[in-house]
């Protein structure tokens, strides 16, 4: 039995299932006796000392977090930059670690975070101080690296292809008299993988989606439009994939919102709308266009079992690597075959993660650049298959769960942040 | 047993469940050996002569048909006007049934199709002809008036209030350091119903959704910003719901996407992101917003299962009441207590549906404007309760039908439409 504490905290944009590991960390500790508090927001939480004790939570709290989606204990947006930028930082973070007896810090995020937890594991070390850091995989943009896909990945994935299965059931029946253009926007800055995921929803060149349009591909209005106007002269109707991330052939993004996050990255959106007036101004159909934006990462009522399997694994590895004494590593997916699908978890190191981007491989991508090929639908397939739905109230709601987030007292000074 | 066929037709914007009405249509009019045929593209598909026979589905097809989302044998927008203006095409719809042995013409729609429906009935009786309609009511808005709730509103409430909820879950992990404005733009051109139904999923002020903007309550930019600052300083975040029909207080819609649609109504869109942009620009918070639009009326995966069951109901009933001999009503949903939830069947004369719009009480919307009461949640609250989920396949998607859609072969001259 360890006396050290260990420290969870949530990073970067949440999911439908990041809970689920949350959950299954706490779980597993528990089954140790090691004794956990959860940082208040991310990063942003251990440096202000702003620490909850998860050991207040009920038990029926702490099972319905399993199923619960967002970060139940917060998240950040707030990259902590090189060991020589941010110094101060780094140092505070030991400290705080230090004044409650920490001696594991998970950090659950994507390729940020894997970052600040490496420079966590780095420091610690340089300093003598025996912390033991683990990185915990989560997004829904699916571009980690080395992992076989990112919890959170698979029910965005689910929530997509259903989505877009359901919606071009709608537009199929509207199109004689009304609706012709339906055009779905996705998440995905730089990897295409949930536009790739809609593509699931349909097979052969007559099923929605019948275009998808990829960040990985420059987007050439004309033959988009060419494209758009043969569907519909062919099927009747159109229904059209984009990613946020699409761009121009130099570079430029087709819509930006104008505004960067904390990362510098460009605040994104839009760029659903603007195809459809294109469309709709160049080629006169009738066309509707949805952008579900945090839908589509917190719809954990349609959560995919493997995804929701997978989030759980994770959590329950990352404390197991840390009693085992490991640190600076992450636990990933490794797959071990596609049909039936088998994987099994094992550990990275976080310098092999950190600030890598896992990009959609070319052969993912149809040669006309607008669907999958069938190598990306082996990969994906698996990824949504079977259901997880959380228990449901006499309301009609899914029964989520509020943590209580009793702060433990505070041992240092304010640290101005 | 009756040697006269039935005719059954979709009309207007589908829902998750028109098809289980469908579905309980062919079956009751099958239990009393009633040969179905079905119009393609709703009142179009008549006209055209474009008749479907139902014989022709396999019982496999028939049974999932009862949980597809979307309408399976197409529908339309395509009002037919005065008996004097459009007569040609009420004689045509009359001599189209005379043609192929049609008795009974059910047509499942909302205010405009109760209007259509109502006006064959009384052109039939007018040139003797024995045709019975029935109206068979849907519509996500849930405008209708006399009945209760209209079928395929239930499961788009229960949409919202699930995917505001999660949605709100995952705003208030992001806000300490990132979006602290989320807005979500709900269907509902004139009445305010979806965007009440969003109020379901919190209870008391400080849980999402933070402000509802009806259609019923006149803009008011100022009230609003301040209202929105307020509740970030608060709470920390705000969910913000808005209807697609929100007005000015001189009638102006606040966003028009500016086309107009068969029927002369203008095809709206864009006040979500609208909102967000002023939000952003006036109080600088970062903001995300969501527009689910044919995702909220298709979601058949989240169908509610009072809804469901109404469905199913009113399918049945049309049917028998046409087998009664009656025509020119429609079946309504009574309510008989909120608590528990209970209900009946009961026609309604279509004069009485048709052309009348059910707008939401006043005393269902809170009196700052912002809110929906109790006596709005005790009405809406039954309407969302009970999930109704498909099944799903390996590939972890929902088995939805597609139907072959054998024609029946024409036996009048074209029509030109």
Redesign the interface.
Known sequence: MSTGKLLYA?SG??T?VINATAAAVIETARSHRIKVLAA???I?GVLREDLIDVGKESAATLRALAH???????????KLKSLDTDHAHYLRLIEVCKAHGIRYFLYNGGNDSADTCHKVSLIAKEYGYPLQAIGVPKTVDNDLAVTDACPGFGSAA?YT???L??????????????TKV?VYEVMGRHAGWLAAAAG??GHGPDEAPHVILFPEVAFDETRFLDTVKATVARVGYCVVVVSEGLRHDDGRFVAEAG?K??FGHS?L??VG?HLAAVV?DRLGF?V????????Q??????A?KTDFEQAQAVGRAAVEYAVAGMHGVMPVIVRQSDAPYRWKIAPAPLAKVANHEKKMPKSYIRRDGYGITDACRRYL?PL????A?PP?G?????R?ARIKGVPVAKKLPPYPL
Chains 1, 2 share one sequence.
Request: glycine fraction near 12%; aromatic fraction near 10%.
């Open positions: 949530q944009g949440v439908a208040r927001n991310g942003v619960t989606p967002g970060g139940a204990f917060g998240s950040c947006r707030f689910k292809a259903v989505s299965l359901e919606a071009s059931f709608d537009v199929a029946a509207m199109a004689e008299s009304s339906f699931l929803a505004g996050d904390a605040q959106g839009g709308p709709k009738k509707h266009w949805t952008v579900p934006d945090y839908l990462r917190s719809a954990r009522h349609l995919s397939a949504i298959a079977g259901e739905a449901y006499k309301d009609g709601l899914p989520y």
